[in-house]
């Protein structure tokens, strides 16, 4: 039977990439998220994991459960590393594979940041990816300095964080680099579409990618994309691109940035056993920080 | 000279290096406490489930439905969260 309908690029350009038997928990949304990767760039690329739950969900040797190359470095370095092998493949004229440093929130807003501004300084040709779970999460869920205000960590205060989120991808736009996007693994369309645009831009790209954890934020595993989604949806995750020296608001956060279209912050928080110890006026300064996001969001467009 | 003799021999020793595999946690179909199961008869096609499986063992083809890799399979639930059309149920493994 002749083919009538042309095949999307999702997911069928996504298989066979990301092998199934990985290390990950069950309902992990690293591999989601590398599913995303292979549809963009099938096995042409180079993925620099410093150490995270990344570097144990491809697995140990002999074995390796991506079909890409995986250079595994120290806690700090990724983007440094990303950053000589970008230089040596240009050396050699090699064009046609794409560095990615793929890095979690503390190998990224904490122990990598120093790296990552340098790369980004020199603006070196790479993606640098941050996937936020929010915590340290291989290591048994502590705080790192993107944990959101009010969530429970094994080294917050019983009642949770008292300070809010580092906020990575603002940071990388005072750096003054091509292109910084924030993503998230609920819209898998949406994150491919910007893995598409950075792949044809020049220089240094940064991609903030919110990826719930099912271990550390204390859920079903059923839920990663739905929490996912309502994070996008209760306007306290904005999904958004910089380029050109301006904001463009992403599909999936144009509603919402008018606030009556929000859906109520509780419902997020309530299926997260991270936030089960949050009083009402916490969740009154969660509003208001989003609030504010939305406000410095507005003034960029 | 030891440094130079260093620089120009060639690799030839087996150097360990990881090659991908599948199932380098072993079967993790194992670690499933519930199997998602497919109503054929419910579902629209529209590639969700593939989509959004961590694993990547759904295969959603136009003329066959969903197919499931229970070798695999870690029984997340997340398929039959994200399915519109309700044609994914998680029942207990016995
Ligand atoms: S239960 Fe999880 S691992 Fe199994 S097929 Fe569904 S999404 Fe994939
Ligand atoms: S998500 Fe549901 S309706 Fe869509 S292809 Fe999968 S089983 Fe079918």
Redesign the pocket.
Known sequence: MAQTKPRPPLPYNMRDIVLPGDAAC??CPIPMAWKVLAAVFREKMILVIPACCSSVVVGAYPGNSIKASVVHVAFASAAAVASGIAEALKRRGINDVQVIAWAGDGGTADIGMASLSGAAERNHDIIYIMYDNEAYMNTGIQRSSSTPYGAWTTTTPIIGKTEHKKDVARIMIAHGVPYVATASVAYPHDFYAKLQRARRIKGFKFIHLHAPCPTGWRFD??YTVHIAKLAVETGLWILYEYYDGKIHLSGPSRPYMDPAKRKPVEEYLKLQGRFKKITPEKIEEIKKYAEEYWDWIKRHM | MVGQDLIIEPIKYRVPLSKPKKGVAGKTGFW?T?R?VVDKEKCVKCWL?EI????D??RVEPETGPT?DYD?????????NVCPSGA?T?VPEE
């Open positions: 069950p309902g595993p059923k | 499933r519930e998602p489930c959004y499986c961590p694993v063992v759904i499931i695999y399979c870690k029984g997340c639930g997340v398929c039959s994914i998680m």
